[in-house]
Nanobody
Framework: QVQPVESGGGLVQAGGSLRLSCAAP????????MGWYRQAPGNQRELVAT???????NYADSVKGRFTISRDNAKITVYLQMNSLKPEDTAVYYC??????????WGQGTQVTVSS
Protein backbone atom coordinates (compact mmCIF):
# COMPACT_ATOMS: atom_id res chain seq x y z
CA GLN A 1 0.00 0.00 0.00
CA VAL A 2 1.33 3.43 -0.90
CA GLN A 3 2.07 5.51 2.18
CA PRO A 4 1.54 9.18 2.91
CA VAL A 5 4.74 11.21 2.65
CA GLU A 6 5.60 13.65 5.41
CA SER A 7 8.00 16.57 5.24
CA GLY A 8 8.95 19.65 7.22
CA GLY A 9 10.43 18.28 10.39
CA GLY A 10 13.66 19.57 11.87
CA LEU A 11 15.39 21.25 14.78
CA VAL A 12 14.00 24.45 16.24
CA GLN A 13 14.47 26.45 19.42
CA ALA A 14 11.74 26.68 22.01
CA GLY A 15 9.22 29.31 21.02
CA GLY A 16 9.85 28.76 17.34
CA SER A 17 7.63 27.42 14.58
CA LEU A 18 7.58 24.60 12.06
CA ARG A 19 5.11 23.50 9.41
CA LEU A 20 4.68 19.84 8.58
CA SER A 21 3.20 18.65 5.30
CA CYS A 22 1.74 15.30 4.35
CA ALA A 23 0.77 14.22 0.86
CA ALA A 24 -1.65 11.28 0.86
CA PRO A 25 -2.07 8.69 -1.87
CA UNK A 26 -5.39 8.08 -3.59
CA UNK A 27 -8.05 10.63 -4.41
CA UNK A 28 -9.56 13.12 -2.02
CA UNK A 29 -13.02 11.54 -2.14
CA UNK A 30 -11.66 8.25 -0.79
CA UNK A 31 -10.27 9.85 2.39
CA UNK A 32 -12.53 10.30 5.39
CA UNK A 33 -10.00 11.84 7.72
CA MET A 34 -6.36 12.81 7.93
CA GLY A 35 -4.35 13.47 10.99
CA TRP A 36 -1.07 13.89 12.79
CA TYR A 37 0.17 11.74 15.61
CA ARG A 38 3.45 11.79 17.53
CA GLN A 39 5.61 9.45 19.52
CA ALA A 40 8.35 10.52 21.89
CA PRO A 41 11.00 8.03 23.11
CA GLY A 42 9.55 5.76 25.75
CA ASN A 43 6.01 7.00 25.14
CA GLN A 44 3.03 5.64 23.27
CA ARG A 45 1.94 7.21 20.02
CA GLU A 46 -0.60 9.94 20.69
CA LEU A 47 -3.03 11.98 18.66
CA VAL A 48 -1.98 15.53 17.88
CA ALA A 49 -4.70 16.75 15.50
CA THR A 50 -7.14 15.42 12.94
CA UNK A 51 -9.30 16.92 10.21
CA UNK A 52 -12.24 15.23 8.56
CA UNK A 53 -13.42 15.39 4.98
CA UNK A 54 -16.00 17.90 6.16
CA UNK A 55 -13.34 20.10 7.71
CA UNK A 56 -14.02 19.29 11.34
CA UNK A 57 -10.88 19.45 13.45
CA ASN A 58 -9.83 17.86 16.71
CA TYR A 59 -6.76 18.68 18.80
CA ALA A 60 -4.97 17.23 21.77
CA ASP A 61 -5.33 19.49 24.78
CA SER A 62 -1.56 19.92 24.92
CA VAL A 63 -1.43 21.61 21.51
CA LYS A 64 -4.66 23.61 21.46
CA GLY A 65 -4.01 27.25 20.67
CA ARG A 66 -0.51 26.51 19.38
CA PHE A 67 -1.00 24.04 16.50
CA THR A 68 -3.31 24.34 13.52
CA ILE A 69 -4.24 21.56 11.14
CA SER A 70 -5.45 22.35 7.65
CA ARG A 71 -5.87 20.61 4.32
CA ASP A 72 -5.59 21.36 0.62
CA ASN A 73 -8.02 19.07 -1.15
CA ALA A 74 -6.63 19.83 -4.60
CA LYS A 75 -3.20 18.60 -3.49
CA ILE A 76 -4.55 15.89 -1.16
CA THR A 77 -2.23 17.36 1.44
CA VAL A 78 -2.64 18.09 5.10
CA TYR A 79 -0.55 20.60 7.03
CA LEU A 80 0.31 21.05 10.68
CA GLN A 81 1.39 24.56 11.60
CA MET A 82 3.18 24.38 14.92
CA ASN A 83 3.82 27.61 16.81
CA SER A 84 5.22 28.35 20.27
CA LEU A 85 6.99 25.02 20.25
CA LYS A 86 8.12 23.51 23.53
CA PRO A 87 10.80 20.92 24.29
CA GLU A 88 8.02 18.50 25.21
CA ASP A 89 6.80 18.67 21.61
CA THR A 90 9.93 16.77 20.59
CA ALA A 91 8.86 13.53 18.93
CA VAL A 92 8.54 11.69 15.66
CA TYR A 93 5.42 13.02 13.95
CA TYR A 94 3.39 10.64 11.82
CA CYS A 95 0.73 11.41 9.27
CA UNK A 96 -2.23 9.07 8.84
CA UNK A 97 -4.94 8.92 6.21
CA UNK A 98 -8.19 7.11 6.99
CA UNK A 99 -10.08 5.80 3.98
CA UNK A 100 -13.80 5.19 3.64
CA UNK A 101 -12.86 1.75 2.33
CA UNK A 102 -9.58 0.02 2.97
CA UNK A 103 -8.55 1.13 6.45
CA UNK A 104 -5.74 3.52 7.20
CA UNK A 105 -2.33 4.32 5.84
CA TRP A 106 0.58 5.70 7.85
CA GLY A 107 3.62 7.65 6.81
CA GLN A 108 7.18 6.88 7.86
CA GLY A 109 7.36 9.80 10.26
CA THR A 110 9.37 12.99 10.49
CA GLN A 111 11.49 14.05 13.46
CA VAL A 112 10.72 17.27 15.28
CA THR A 113 13.25 18.37 17.88
CA VAL A 114 12.71 21.43 20.05
CA SER A 115 15.73 22.65 21.99
CA SER A 116 15.43 24.58 25.22
Amino acid sequence: QVQPVESGGGLVQAGGSLRLSCAAPGNIFSISRMGWYRQAPGNQRELVATITSGGNTNYADSVKGRFTISRDNAKITVYLQMNSLKPEDTAVYYCAADYWVGGSSWGQGTQVTVSS
